[in-house]
């Protein structure tokens, strides 16, 4: 993958000084991280390739846990209303992989904030940044699902108005375009919701952008 950051509040400062060993583990997992795929089960869209959530978030939960990244972390019961577990963590990195609607980014924004004010602990270390790692707009994916370019807009948004001050650094994951590139195909056991494999393959495809458009889409080759 091609990452893509965008940083608030200072957070590149934080990162460089503080958790460098931290960034640098992260980004090895993104950069090495195959384009995972599936077939579309949305009316109009049955059967295209979209983007795979299930397979790209297994990979990276695999890869983190290998280099100590703490999995699932609980929120605590005061906070509880904002959801049950942050993505991961480490050394005081909060990491949340947000693939889902794109509503829910707020409330990843909001929650994050509530931590770092109340000096929520990674491994014994208070939170000092936040990251927040989103895919381009360039893959075809589910409705409504959060994309980098519109995160960013509404973080920017926010930043501008001060709404936030937590450390947050927003990572965007990109493919080259009109250029062959290695991708994982995956079937699952039912159409939706379904985390459990029925046959997964390698293959090759193409994403192209339709001329004066901002759609892309994917082709098998």
Do not use: C
């Not at 200072?10 to 060993?21: A, M, P, R, T, W």
């Not at 929520?120 to 409504?144: L, R, W, Y």
Request: proline letters at 4%; a positive charge.
């Amino acid at each position: 993958m091609i990452v893509t950051t965008t940083d608030y509040n200072s957070s590149s400062k934080v990162i460089n000084e503080f958790l460098k060993d931290e960034w640098n583990e992260l980004n090895e997992v993104l950069v090495n991280l195959p384009l995972h795929l599936k077939a579309s089960d949305q009316k109009g869209k049955q059967g295209t390739p979209i983007f795979d959530v299930v397979g790209t978030n297994n990979f990276i939960k695999e890869k983190l846990v290998e280099k100590g990244w703490i999995n699932s972390i609980p929120i605590p019961s005061n906070y509880s209303f904002l959801g049950t577990d942050i993505d991961f963590g480490k050394s005081g990195a909060l990491l949340e992989v947000q693939f889902s609607n794109y509503p829910f980014l707020l409330n990843n924004t909001l929650r994050s904030e509530l931590l770092f004010k109340s000096k929520f602990k990674v491994g014994d270390i208070e939170t000092k940044v936040v990251i927040i790692v989103t895919k381009a707009h360039m893959f075809p994916s589910s409705n409504s699902t959060l994309y980098y370019e519109q995160a960013k807009h509404q973080l920017n948004a926010m930043a501008k108005n001060a709404l936030f001050a937590v450390p947050i650094r927003l990572v965007g994951l990109f493919e080259e375009t009109n250029k062959r590139i290695p991708a994982i195909w995956t079937k699952y056991t039912s159409k939706r919701y379904s985390r459990k494999i029925s046959k997964q393959k390698d293959i090759v495809i193409e994403i192209n952008r339709r001329k004066r458009s901002k759609i892309f889409s994917i082709e098998v080759i």
